[in-house]
T-cell receptor, first 113, second 112 residues
Framework: GQQLNQSPQSMFIQEGEDVSMNCTSSSIFNTWLWYKQEPGEGPVLLIALYKAGELTSNGRLTAQFGITRKDSFLNISASIPSDVGIYFCAGQLTNFGNEKLTFGTGTRLTIIP | DVKVTQSSRYLVKRTGEKVFLECVQDMDHENMFWYRQDPGLGLRLIYFSYDVKMKEKGDIPEGYSVSREKKERFSLILESASTNQTSMYLC???????????FGPGTRLLVL
């Protein structure tokens, strides 16, 4: 099955720094999702994007749906310790019969105090 | 709040054993999913179900089967566990296939 290329694989940053990560695909999607997984838990949805070019914020998080529909970006501003976790992008085509989510490989974020 | 629960957080089994992983959701969701999560590979879909007694293969169904006898419960079965099935298994549910998927906490399975 298809996988999305997500980068970077891991990040070590200091508290207060901004974070950027992205996801690219060889095929188009019409929905992009960003999930966060904390240690010992399942992924939780952070932001959903439904339109090419869309820019959506959720507190300190901002995500963008790439204009080509083949990529998406997530930014976290002024990181705090509770931002630690693995961030996954996911793409979905939402045509009848093909609504499965395709997940990225994840970006592991570590905050250095 | 949506709640997706999985029967075990940690499980240790021996090669060749039959393994059942149970998932229950309490929001009357139509769709349920089983993924496995491995480092560097993200989440990969094993099977999903869009109705009671209905199932569809995901991207990596080999070595697994599923059962959905009741709407709220979706079971993943490893007929004969192998060491390469050591992984984190995540269950999810959603109201419609286009709707948000809600995940359970995961079951970390070790096959010796």
């Amino acid at each position: 099955g298809q996988q999305l290329n997500q980068s970077p694989q891991s990040m070590f940053i200091q508290e207060g720094e901004d974070v950027s990560m992205n996801c690219t695909s060889s095929s188009i999607f019409n929905t992009w999702l960003w999930y966060k997984q904390e240690p010992g838990e399942g992924p939780v949805l952070l932001i959903a994007l439904y339109k090419a070019g869309e820019l959506t914020s959720n507190g300190r998080l901002t995500a963008q749906f790439g204009i080509t529909r083949k990529d998406s970006f997530l930014n976290i501003s002024a990181s705090i310790p509770s931002d630690v976790g693995i961030y996954f992008c996911a793409g979905q085509l939402t045509n009848f019969g093909n609504e499965k989510l395709t997940f990225g490989t994840g970006t592991r974020l570590t905050i250095i105090p | 709040d949506v709640k997706v629960t999985q029967s075990s957080r940690y499980l240790v089994k021996r090669t060749g054993e039959k393994v059942f992983l149970e998932c229950v959701q309490d929001m009357d969701h139509e769709n349920m999913f089983w993924y496995r999560q491995d480092p560097g590979l993200g989440l990969r879909l094993i099977y999903f179900s869009y109705d009671v007694k209905m199932k569809e293969k995901g991207d990596i169904p080999e070595g697994y089967s599923v059962s959905r006898e009741k709407k709220e419960r979706f079971s993943l079965i490893l007929e004969s566990a192998s060491t390469n099935q050591t992984s984190m298994y995540l269950c999810a549910s959603s109201f419609g296939l286009k709707e948000t998927q809600y995940f359970g906490p995961g079951t970390r399975l070790l096959v010796l």
